[in-house]
């Protein structure tokens, strides 16, 4: 069985350079206090997005998620900093470029959308929040920048598009305020966009318009997404998954493959977790015990010599204690951090 460098990305393998719009490599991220020592809470993470792919990044809260999309946009808060890696999107690395050039880039080439669903301004008809955006980065007239935009209200379920465009976000319902949002990171039409908890309290109507956008602008534009969630019902329209602990990538490989067959224990963990949650649908049964993983995740502050799950790991081994594991190949683009597929040979 082939054991792949700890850092390496099997899709840059099936994939010429040229077509990588993303390219991260050994980017570890570190947060620091006044009153704690650093802590890691990134650890030589390394992926590829192709140009109009679609790539998933699952794990539990705290996993490390968020800090990984924040630190493509270069926006991570100021007691976090890389300390490590690199960052090639388009050709061109995103950790030398100075602010005036990154706020370039944002919303125009990069956009976000953030997992705070109350992240537009309170004081600000919603409408021309999403104008600010389009005339930041391009020219035109206001008459067809406003028709675009209410166009894309549609798309996402806004039909009544004039009272959106005008009102404060506290005139809005939560759900609308969220798919203010995304139109605010769709409008520019990105390379690439990062969607952290796209459809997080929506209903399955409103999820299902998001979706369609996202497919609609990857099909016509070529967009590429990192789709980032903690449950797995959510990355069902990803090409491929990229599953994170500890602040490292654990798994990754098609989703198909992934999904149907998960190799790392706890993969295999969030999905029962998911299925047993969707199972679960009279609501006499409130008793029951919520399927869960045991056990806590690992403090980013503490370093540990083994594998970071081998605590809530029901196939714990003796090296799992001791070594830390590599990525193992056990299919054509598919990997797995877990001494359970390594060989001697």
Known sequence: MKVWDANQDRAALSNPAGDNLLAVCELTVNFCSNHEPESQVLKHVGFTIANAEIVALLGESGCGKT?????LIQ???????ITAGSIVFNGRSLLGLNEARLREIRGSEISIIYQDADVLNPVMRVGNQVMEMLRAHQSGKAVQMREDICALFMSLGLEDCDRIYHSF???????QRRRVAVAQALICKPRLIIADEPTAWLDSETTAEIL????????VYGTAFLLISHDPDALMAADRVLVMYGGEIVESGPRRE????????YTTALLECSKRTNTVTDCS??????PCIPGHAPDPSEVLPGCAFSSRCGHRMEVCESRHPDLHEVSQAHAVRCFQYETTS
């Open 285 to 290: 049964f409130i008793s029951r015990r919520l």
């Open 169 to 175: 976000p506290h005139q809005l319902s939560g759900g």
């Open 75 to 81: 926006s991570l808060p100021p007691d976090a900093r």
């Open 258 to 265: 992934i999904f149907e067959r998960p190799k790392h224990p």
């Open 67 to 71: 800090t990984t999309a924040l630190s």
């Open 212 to 219: 369609a956008v996202f497919r609609h602008l990857r099909q």
